[in-house]
């Protein structure tokens, strides 16, 4: 019997035989970030550049590549990895020296995190960059959610609440989840989990596995169908998501 090939975008094999450096590399050669490490260099302006934009962005994306699991880990590697300094564009000639400190990072992702509606317009280019090769994106989707503790202390002073020194967390809430399930016995029984920080909800292209959502704060009392709908009116999406509305809407019914 003839046998046809799947066709695919790409081979998670290929990307498996990769090598470490050239994972980054990859993702970093298609993410449409120009406007913003611009944005970030108009900013810094002639003030100190010990540490420029572009490297600093690149290691910050190569720390999530690789999954570092804190700054403070990525920074490490970055001492003990030239090869990594190389790739991400530090200058070589200050050696280990060219690495940033705890600090300078630091502030950096405060920066990031000052013009997050960047990185959601980021996100939204590639979306409508791949809908374009995918023209049934966004008709099958799958919604879930998952709970992300808070490194942070939750605040009972009403007045602390509303001064941040960069030690609390203020946007972080409440939440719980009850496990319902049959115990050894044979009767039925719960299990409520609680914990402060926020809860991540995704809304996923079935299909493709394809992510279509993002991280949400905790403290609404909406379904999850309801968070989706919301979002979906209240971002642009490309035209092959905007089924996603309609369906999730759909589910409120």
């Known amino acids: 019997m003839a046998t046809t090939p799947q066709p695919s975008l790409f081979s ?5 035989s990769a090598s470490d ?12 970030d120009e406007e913003l490490v611009r944005l970030l260099e108009q900013r810094r302006g002639r003030g100190r550049d010990d540490y420029p934009v572009r490297p600093m962005w690149n290691a910050l994306i190569a720390g999530i590549v ?26 070589p000639l200050r050696g280990m020296g060219a690495a940033p400190t705890d600090d300078a990072f630091g ?3 405060e920066l990031i995190i000052e013009h997050r509606e960047k990185l959601v317009q980021m996100f939204h280019r ?21 709970a ?32 319902k399930g049959t115990r050894a016995d044979g009767t ?27 991280a949400e704060q905790l403290g609404a009392k909406q379904r999850r169908a309801l968070r989706c709908a919301r979002y979906q009116a209240g971002h642009r999406q490309p035209p ?14």
């Open 148 to 179: 992300i503790a808070s490194a942070g202390k939750p605040v009972k002073d009403e007045q602390k609440q509303k001064e941040p020194d960069g030690r609390r967390d203020l946007e972080a809430d409440w939440g719980n989840k009850t496990y």
């Open 66 to 91: 690789f999954q570092h699991p804190s700054a403070a880990a990525l920074i490490r590697e970055l001492w003990r990895n030239g090869e990594l300094r190389q790739l991400g564009g530090f200058d």
């Open 21 to 32: 450096l050239d994972r980054p590399r990859l993702v970093l050669s298609v993410l449409p």
């Open 107 to 109: 502030r950096f992702v």
């Open 188 to 214: 039925a029984g719960e299990k409520v989990v609680r914990w402060f920080g926020y809860k991540l909800h995704l809304l996923v292209d079935s299909t493709y596995e394809q992510l279509a959502e993002r």
């Open 126 to 146: 590639q979306l409508e960059q791949l809908s374009r090769e995918l023209p049934e994106l966004g008709r099958r989707l799958a919604v879930d959610s998952k």
């Open 240 to 253: 092959a998501l905007e089924r996603a509305a309609g369906q999730a809407a759909g589910a409120l019914r």
């Open 12 to 16: 998670w094999q290929q990307v498996d």
